[in-house]
Every structure is written in C-alpha cells, then in structure tokens.
C-alpha cells in the first residue's frame, strides 16, 4: 500500500455509528420533487422532516412525475463491486489487480487518479494503467475487469487520449474540474462527448458540497450525450483519514428517484458498517478501498456488499 492515505479510512462495522434510515424511495421523492439545491441530510428524523419540508419550499420548477422520472420504489441496476486499488499492495500491483478480479469476486477495478493540482496528492498515471491492463481482460458484457477510472485532475479533457490507450473504460471526471477547465475550456457537456468519441464511456463525479441539482441538465438533455454513470463522492477527493459523510445521500436518493437505470456510484468510507446507508440510498456501484484489501477474507466482503445492494432491488 502506498506510504500516504489517498483513500479516506474505512470504519470497522463494530465502529459505525447507529442511522436512521427511512424508505430511501420516500427521501429520494420528495427531494427529487423539489428541483432545487439538497440540503445537507440530518440523522434524526425530527430534523430530517425539517429538512425536507425546507426542500419542499424550494422555488424552483416543480419536478414532474413522469415514465422516466418516477416517484415511485424504484429498482437500481445491480450490484457492482469496484475495490480501490490504491489500498493495495503497489509492490505488486499486476497481481493485486488480477487476484481481486479472478480470485476473489471484484467485478471492476476503480483506479484513483491524483494529479497533486485538483487535489494535493499524486498517484499514478497512464503507464502505470497500461501496465496493469495485462493482468485484468473486459467481459465483452462488462460484468468483469472494468478499469473505472476516477480522474480527480484539474485539466480533465488533456487526458482522454492517453487513458484510452492505457485501457481506461470508464473515463470518470469531476464536473468541478471541467467547470474550471481552462487549456481549452472544456464544459461537462462537451468532456462527455469528447471521451465517447474514443469509444469509452463517460462518468461525472461530485464533491461532498457539490449540489446534484447541477447534474440535472447532462442527464436530462435530449441534444447531447450523457454520462453513462455518476460519481457522489462521500468524502473529500484526494485527502486520507475521512469519514463516510452520510450527508451525502439524499443525492443519491434523488438521483435514483429521476433515473432508475442509471449506474451510480459511491466513493469514500465504504464499508461493512456503512454499505447498507448506501444501498438503502439507491447506491449500486460500491467502491472501497481497505474495506475489501485489508480484509482477511476479501471475497466475504466483497459478497456481503454485492448482497446488501441486490436485497434492496425490487423483485
């Protein structure tokens, strides 16, 4: 494992701390209904009904059940495991890589890309990609050996060509990078389609106190394309020693209330102790880093999550 804590700490399941947690279809209606900003989510239900009655208050259009849009318990696609490889051993990576994939369960790989600019640590680049590549095939189906690539870089659009040919194929860029893109400014709009177009697919990934409503208009357009997963982040991008943020979920509610089918992410604190929040919150593909490399048994942990996801799909 590297020497510094890029990936935040997971809490042992004995270690995390009691939630409340309503009907994830309830929360993620009502705050789907509302179009407007989410409010940090509390942990009681006294400020939770606060909260959303706030959230109903909002003044922005009205959101507008629909075929697409339901307000309704909501089937998420299933479960897909994506272990953090930056809690791996890096003295031998190649193997690490392939044995989370072919031995022990993991369907993808999520691979961390620091750039020390758009965050303060950094990782690896596109020759370490390309290296890795050899020791883990793409199901034709993409059920196994995905290369997600979460690119926390402050110039997303200078790296699609290179990540292309390093077998990235998941192209996942934070939405407030390419927002400050400057060499040439790139719009979320125009990074997704440019990242298509090497025939790879397109992920937008949020911060912590990044608003979902901003990812309304990439999902919704009917003129261009849009991302083919999305990324809450539950801790901030790039610092180690972080806490699985539960304040986070009402986006992913929100999100799996507008788009049943969409693939959603959840990145940072994951754990034994915290997979069923996200998995109550529509969440369905799990990334965790020491959760799954530091376990004794990483294919238990990597089944009990794919199992806490499922239970949660409707039958």
């Not at 209606?29 to 989510?41: E, I, Y």
């Not at 959101?63 to 697409?68: A, D, G, N, Q, Y």
């Not at 369907?107 to 690896?124: A, K, R, S």
């Not at 090497?198 to 106190?209: E, L, Q, S, T």
Request: hydrophobic share 35%; glycine share 6%.
């Amino acid at each position: 494992m590297p020497s510094f804590p890029n990936k935040a700490a997971e809490p042992h399941a004995e270690s995390a701390a009691p939630h409340f947690a309503p009907p994830r279809y309830e929360v993620a209606s009502r705050l789907a209904m509302s179009g407007g900003p989410l409010q940090a989510p509390p942990t009681t239900p006294s400020t939770l009904s606060s909260c959303l009655h706030r959230s109903l208050k909002s003044t922005s259009p009205p959101f507008t059940p629909s075929p697409t849009h339901p307000l309704t318990p909501t089937m998420p696609p299933k479960a897909i495991i994506a272990p953090s490889i930056l809690a791996s051993d890096f003295g031998k990576l190649h193997h690490e890589c392939s044995r989370i994939v072919k031995e022990e369960g993991a369907d993808w790989l999520h691979i961390d890309i620091m750039d020390g600019h758009f965050v303060p640590n950094i990782t690896i680049g596109a020759p370490v990609v390309s290296c890795i590549r050899s020791s883990v095939t793409r199901a034709d189906d993409w059920s196994k050996g995905v290369f997600d690539c979460h690119m926390m870089v402050a110039e997303p659009q200078r790296w699609v060509s290179e990540f292309h040919k390093a077998g990235c194929d998941l192209y996942c860029f934070h939405y407030e990078a390419a927002q400050r893109s400057e060499a040439p400014h790139t719009t979320p709009s125009e990074l997704i389609k440019q990242i298509h177009s090497f025939g790879i697919r397109a992920g937008v990934a949020i911060k912590p106190d990044t608003p979902v409503d901003v990812l309304y208009p990439l999902l919704d357009t009917q003129d261009g394309e849009k991302p083919d997963m999305i990324l809450i982040m539950t801790v901030e991008p790039g610092f180690g020693g972080q806490k699985f943020q539960e304040r986070c979920m009402p986006k992913v509610a929100a999100l799996r209330a507008r788009y049943p089918d969409l693939d959603i992410e959840v990145d940072g604190g994951l754990s034994l102790g915290t997979i069923d929040i996200a998995a109550d919150a529509g969440a369905n593909v799990i990334v965790a880093g020491t959760a799954v490399f530091g376990a004794e048994s990483p294919r238990d942990v990597i089944e009990t999550m794919r199992k806490a996801v499922n239970s949660r799909r409707r039958k």
